[in-house]
């Protein structure tokens, strides 16, 4: 005979399954969209942080994107190498590396105006709702940063 499941253990009440299984959806919708940028998601991401505010270092990049300066180095690499970005020591602290976009980088901040429309549809919610959510999830992350 089989126990009963559990159900403060089923994995269908789990707030980090909905937010992993959303975040898989999330860049599937994502991922031809890019591919017709020719990016990644990560680098899409490092790119809107450049759109935001070209001639930042490496560690700026990493502290907006939440992630660690190390793994950030080969995404950059192939950014420069498609012509996107240049990577370059500073001149004060060579430790330092500084990122510029290129001119091939800043022209495909035009082509990229059209995703944030495409996954608003997607989603389909009305941009309220939208910016609701995402409030509420930036606050959830300060939270769990709190606990860490």
């Known amino acids: 005979m089989s126990t009963p499941p559990c159900k403060e253990l089923m994995l269908d009440n789990q707030l980090c ?7 898989l959806m999330m860049t599937k919708v994502y991922k031809p969209l890019l ?7 990560p680098q899409y991401l490092a790119m809107m942080v450049l759109w935001e505010g070209d001639g930042i270092t490496v560690g700026e990049i990493s502290n907006r994107m939440l992630t660690d300066p ?19 020591r ?45 409030e509420e999830l930036v606050s959830l992350r300060s939270s769990l940063e709190r606990a860490v």
């Not at 591919?35 to 998601?41: F, P």
């Not at 190390?70 to 370059?88: C, Y």
């Open 90 to 134: 500073s001149s004060k602290d060579e430790r330092v590396v500084e990122l510029r976009l290129t001119q091939q980088g800043r022209d495909l901040q035009e082509k990229a105006k059209r995703v944030p429309a495409c996954i608003l549809a997607a989603t389909e919610l009305t941009i309220e709702q939208l910016g609701e959510l995402k």
């Open 70 to 88: 190390g793994s950030l180095t080969p995404l950059l690499k192939r950014l420069e190498a498609e012509g996107l970005i240049t990577r370059t």
């Open 35 to 41: 591919q017709e940028l020719g990016l990644t998601y």
């Open 17 to 23: 399954f909905a937010l992993y299984s959303t975040s």
